[in-house]
């Protein structure tokens, strides 16, 4: 089964790091990880991408273990905007399926 | 640069009632896909295109038919609408079907319901 695991929700303090676990023990050696949010009912928004070294943009963080089998989205001052189903995502092995699990709702408190 | 627009933004159908989901993007890509959410769940792949005249099915592609003539247009059809259709749709366009650097652009999704 190549679909992500993810804890089904989360609570992060304004202002403190939000740390957001995935499990993808299905992938292969060239395939990226994917995260992406989703506030509300709104498209999918993406925020970062890696393959095997942790990567860093304007919205996030993204460690990835040495053996590639999981990896954590890091926020690193979460705010009330970032409250949001967060989704990490891979390619299904041997095909061009992008499939999404059910997601962290993470929810930042006050 | 539009991205990926997805029209109409709301739909309501009749049981029996068929209908065309449209999904157009301006970015050249080769990849688009459709997905659907049901409420409070994640998103599940319906059908997906690697280019103009190949498609093939995802994880619930029963009740839904597609074709892909254009590399921008990627049309969703119900043929027969049911209840059980209503859902919120998503298309999604990559610039490649590997992947790789080029993660999927998003569509703000089309409401439909079905009576």
């Known amino acids: 089964d190549a679909k992500t695991t993810q804890p089904p929700s989360m609570d992060c303090a304004e202002g403190r790091a939000a740390n957001l676990p995935c499990n993808h023990s299905t992938i292969s050696g060239n395939e990226y990880v994917y995260w992406y949010r989703q506030i509300h009912s709104q498209g999918p928004q993406y925020i970062i991408h890696?393959?095997?070294n942790n990567e860093t943009n304007e919205m996030a963080s993204l460690i990835i273990t040495e053996d590639r089998k999981s990896s954590t989205l890091i926020l690193p001052h979460a705010t009330l905007r970032d409250t949001a189903v967060y989704y990490c995502i891979v390619r299904f092995p041997g095909t061009y399926k992008y499939i999404f699990g059910t997601g962290t709702r993470l929810k930042v408190l006050a | 640069n539009a991205g990926v627009t997805q029209t109409p933004k709301f739909q309501v159908l009749k049981t029996g009632q068929s209908m065309t989901l449209q999904c157009a993007q301006d970015m050249n890509h080769e990849y688009m896909s459709w997905y659907r959410q049901d409420p409070g769940m994640g998103l599940r792949l319906i059908h997906y295109?690697?280019?103009?005249?190949?498609?093939d099915q995802g994880e619930v592609p029963n009740g839904y038919n597609v074709s892909r003539s254009t590399t921008e247009d990627f049309p969703l059809r119900l043929l027969s609408a049911a209840p059980s259709q209503t859902s919120v749709y998503f298309c999604a366009s990559s610039p490649t079907p590997t992947g790789g650097n080029s993660p999927l652009h998003f569509g703000n999704g089309t409401r439909l319901t079905v009576t």
């Open positions: 890696g393959l095997k």
């Open positions: 295109s690697v280019g103009a005249g190949i498609t």
